[in-house]
C-alpha cells in the first residue's frame, strides 16, 4: 500500500505565501515524477508543477515567477512554494505521483485526497 498526504493549505490575504507539503509513504522502491494539480468546482483539474526524479521542472504560465515545486527524495515529499498568492489560485490542491510499489514492482500513478487553499482578503 502507497499513500501520498497534503499539508499546509489554509486562508491566506492577497500577496501572501503558502507553502504545501506532500509526504509518501508505504511499500515504496522508487517514485519517478511528482506534480501539483488544482482543481475549483465545476472545472477540469489542471496541471500546477511538475518535477522529475532528477529535478527537473514546469509550470503552468499563470503560476511562473511565483510558484516553486521541489522534492526531497530521501523524505519521499515534493513541496510547492506559492508566493504572491491571487484569489484565482483558490482551488483545491493535490500531489500525484507515479511510483513503483516493492512487492509487485509495476509502477502506479497515485494521488493525495487534496488540500483547500483559498486566497481572500
Known amino acids: 500500500q502507497v499513500q501520498l498526504v497534503e499539508s499546509g493549505g489554509g486562508l491566506v490575504q492577497p500577496g501572501g505565501s503558502l507553502k504545501l507539503s506532500c509526504a509518501a509513504s508505504g511499500s515504496i522502491k522508487v517514485i519517478h515524477d511528482m506534480a501539483w494539480y488544482r482543481q475549483t468546482p465545476g472545472k477540469q483539474r489542471e496541471l500546477v508543477a511538475h518535477?522529475?526524479?532528477?529535478?527537473?521542472?514546469n509550470y503552468r504560465d499563470s503560476v511562473k515567477g511565483r510558484f516553486t515545486i521541489s522534492r526531497d527524495n530521501a523524505k519521499n515529499t515534493v513541496y510547492l512554494q506559492m508566493n504572491s498568492l491571487k484569489p484565482e489560485d483558490t482551488a483545491v490542491y493535490y500531489c500525484a505521483a507515479a511510483i513503483t510499489v516493492l512487492q509487485t514492482l509495476t509502477t502506479i500513478s497515485y494521488w493525495g485526497p487534496g488540500t483547500q487553499v483559498t486566497v481572500s482578503s
Open positions: 518535477i522529475t526524479k532528477s529535478g527537473s521542472t
